[in-house]
């Protein structure tokens, strides 16, 4: 059987511990954001120009969409329902191809490569995770990925394993994914991912079905994985996981970007966010009401905004009526 879910191949049991592209890493700054570098990462490793797509119903969910995405970014796509996030995400990896228009995985045009080999590169973590979960224990549904690289016995169980601890299901190898919770399903497809190791991982909304504590996991299982030099996008409708987690965002309306810029940034373009039906990240938001105060309205986290107000209210103490004048004067 073909793989479609990705992988790199190399059987190399310590890839978890260095980049993806086999570089020495190295901490950089995207967007404002920390992360760690690859001389690969500035790469190019998909590019869109002109992409259209049409179902045959004759939607058409992607109206000419331009973009190129670097090695080593962590990118957070949004919009709202049914503003075409998951048709460009798959056409990422070759699961859909343009109607109009060329995507390039690595150089390579998608029309041109089955998509079992591009999988290599780019995995995929479906929306709904029924849609991938097929195998009667979970070790054989994460064994599966890299049984079809053509792993065999530790190798495999040594990915499966790491997988499966990584998202939290390690006590769950040999239970029928079907028996699990959708939470739980979710995390199971993320692993099947994960053991393939690929360059570029995709997951359509990684927080579904969890609970708090579980999607906190998942976003840290992500992070982690683009700080070690993997490529990751993430389609969300969580504007506070968009600001944490993300050095980028995209915004898709009505099939086309209509937004590309760092989350520090997001306050400059609530307007574009109201139109493609998305609000400002909280922090954001209070960062811009409590402007006035002297708050940085460039703030990319609910810590940076915390940080910024500890530091003003400090110096305020003792200056009661200065505050007292500011706050009237933002009301
Ligand atoms: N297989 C399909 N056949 C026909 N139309 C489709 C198909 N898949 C998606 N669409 C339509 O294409 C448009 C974009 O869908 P898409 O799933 O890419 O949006 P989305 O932004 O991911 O939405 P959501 O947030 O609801 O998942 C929508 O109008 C949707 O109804």
Redesign the pocket.
């Known amino acids: 059987m073909d793989l479609i879910r990705g992988g790199k191949g190399s059987g190399d049991k310590s890839a978890h511990d260095k980049s993806p592209h086999g570089k020495a890493a190295h901490d950089r700054t995207v967007h404002g954001k920390a992360v760690h570098d690859t001389s690969a990462s500035r790469n190019v490793i998909i590019e869109a120009r002109g992409l259209r797509h049409a179902?045959?119903?004759g939607?058409e969910?992607l109206q000419g969409v331009d973009v190129t995405i670097g090695a080593g970014e962590m990118i957070a796509v949004i919009?709202?329902?049914?503003?075409?996030?998951?048709?460009?995400t798959?056409h990422c990896n070759g699961l859909l191809k343009p109607t109009a228009g060329t995507v390039l995985v690595g150089g390579q045009d998608t029309r041109n490569v089955p998509v079992a080999r591009l999988a290599r590169t780019v995995g995929y973590v479906f929306?709904n995770p029924d849609h991938m979960i097929f195998h009667e224990t979970l070790f054989d549904e994460v064994a599966f990925g890299p049984r079809n690289l053509g792993l065999t016995g530790v190798d495999v169980t040594a990915r499966v394993e790491a997988a499966l601890s990584a998202v939290g299901l390690e006590g769950f190898r040999d239970s029928d994914p079907a028996s699990l919770s959708r939470g739980q399903r979710k995390r199971a497809a993320l692993a099947a991912v994960l053991a393939m190791e690929t360059p570029v991982i995709i997951v359509?909304?990684p927080t579904g079905g969890q609970d708090y504590r579980e999607a906190r996991q998942i976003m840290a299982i992500l992070q982690q994985l683009n700080r070690r030099g993997h490529t990751v996008l993430f389609?969300t409708?969580d504007m506070d996981l968009v600001h944490e987690y993300a050095h980028r965002v995209l915004v898709?309306n009505d099939?086309r970007i209509t937004l590309d810029a760092p989350p520090a940034e997001l306050f400059r373009h609530e307007a574009a966010l109201q139109a493609a039906g998305l609000r400002l990240p909280l922090a954001a938001e209070l960062a811009r009401r409590l402007a006035p105060f002297g708050v940085p309205t460039a703030v990319d986290s609910v810590d940076a905004l915390a940080a910024a107000v500890a530091r003003i209210a400090r110096g305020c103490v003792g200056d009661q009526d200065a505050m007292a004048g500011r706050a009237a004067a933002c009301q």
């Open positions: 179902y045959r119903s939607r969910a919009g709202r329902n049914g503003a075409g996030k998951t048709t460009l798959k929306q359509d909304e389609i409708h898709l099939g």
